[in-house]
């Protein structure tokens, strides 16, 4: 019998994020990420396997994220115009780590990223930015062109990755906001869905306070995957 209430809902969490002073290169390739660039295992806390390795880091010029997608069978499905109903992997973002606010600010962001869907062809990866429902206030418009995004498409599954520079980012400042909110899910025609904290039932894409925080830190720490409970 499953929980009506998922015990990852019950705690907010926090969890370093990796500072790389030179970042992967974002060719699709993902030999180049580190373990401590992995984002933490929380599906665990609810008797749940992840199918995809996660992984994100940061520097001066802006965040990294990347993914790899495994034993799959069924062919990619990828449509920009409509990125949240076939394959896709989404990102969300608070510079003010704001963990009390229901809707988001002008310094919460919703990316998202395709493995394939763009081009002349529909297969090239595709990366855009999409409103946060219900917000207070939408951040600045992002020019979509400076987001760097590859990714290598095999018959079992693909790899992505993306560079979310500095001038995407609303509010990046880490020396004075190292905290950040953060959140991904990702979506699989043959898996389901893979998410970092709650599902689409707790309204993620509404309610910034269901995210982690993730803290831009320099320093090598270890990675945790408690937090303080809710309750």
């Known amino acids: 019998m499953s929980a009506l ?31 401590d660039d992995l984002l933490p295992k929380l599906a665990e806390l609810d008797c749940r396997e992840e199918y995809a390795d996660v992984w994100a880091c940061w520097n001066e010029t802006g965040l990294c994220i990347a993914c790899r997608v495994a034993d799959k069978r069924k062919p990619l499905r990828c449509d920009p115009g ?7 992997l989404r990102v969300c973002t608070d510079m003010r780590d704001a963990r009390t606010n229901k809707r988001a600010t002008r ?13 002349p062809g529909k297969e090239d990866p595709v990366a855009g930015v999409n409103k946060i429902k219900r917000a207070r206030e939408d951040a600045q418009p992002v020019p979509i062109g400076r987001i760097a995004v590859a990714s290598c498409v095999t018959r079992s599954g693909y790899t992505l990755e993306a560079h979310i520079p500095v001038v995407c980012l609303s509010g990046f400042d880490p020396a004075e906001h190292p905290r950040i909110g953060f959140y991904y899910i990702l979506e699989d025609g043959d898996h389901g869905q893979q998410y970092l904290t709650v599902g689409d039932d707790l309204y993620w894409y509404v309610d910034p306070s ?13 990675k945790s995957k408690s937090g303080s409970s809710r309750t």
């Open 107 to 119: 310094f919460c962001q919703q990316f998202f990223f395709l493995p394939t869907g763009g081009g």
């Open 82 to 88: 409509s990125f949240w109903t076939g394959d896709n």
């Open 5 to 35: 209430i998922p015990n990852r809902f019950l705690f907010d969490f926090e969890f370093p994020l990796h500072y790389r002073s030179m970042l992967p290169v974002i060719d699709g390739d993902v030999g180049d990420w580190a373990d």
């Open 210 to 222: 269901t995210w982690a925080t993730a803290v831009l830190q320099r320093q090598k720490v270890g």
